[in-house]
């Protein structure tokens, strides 16, 4: 059964730079797009983030750029997400997600990705 599990939430002051972790288990992350999500209560689950399947492509939503970045370590079978410059509209439950089509370019829609993983909380004070 695949597996994916976050890790690196918690509650971080504004301006903190934590870096969350996605380990996969049954699922070679560089056979897949990899994406990150969040959803902050009452609110839809939205983008953040994702990296095409051969790590050629990332996209960003708008209120992330310069200040996320998706990477991944195919040793380690390991997506992370970092974050720098958190800011308290940031708080959310963060998801990791695999996009099993080896495309070009990444896919937004969280409908379009097969896997997901529990999510962690980041809560960001102000």
């Known amino acids: 059964q695949v597996q994916l599990v976050e890790s690196g939430g918690g509650l971080v002051h504004s301006g903190g730079s934590p870096r969350l972790s996605c380990a996969a288990s049954?699922?070679?992350?560089?056979?897949?797009?990899m994406g990150w999500f969040r959803q902050a209560p009452g609110k839809e689950r939205e983008f953040v983030a994702a990296l095409n399947w051969n790590g050629a492509a990332t996209y960003y939503t708008d209120s992330v750029k310069g200040r996320f970045t998706i990477s991944r370590d195919n040793a380690k079978n390991t997506v992370y997400l970092q974050m720098n410059s958190l800011k308290p509209e940031d708080t959310a439950v963060y998801y990791c997600?695999?996009?099993?089509?080896?495309?070009?370019?990444?896919?937004?829609?969280?409908?379009?990705?097969?896997?997901w993983g529990p999510g962690t909380q980041v809560t960001v004070s102000s």
């Open positions: 049954r699922l070679t992350v560089s056979n897949y797009a």
């Open positions: 997600a695999a996009d099993r089509l080896r495309l070009r370019n990444v896919r937004v829609g969280a409908g379009q990705y097969d896997y």
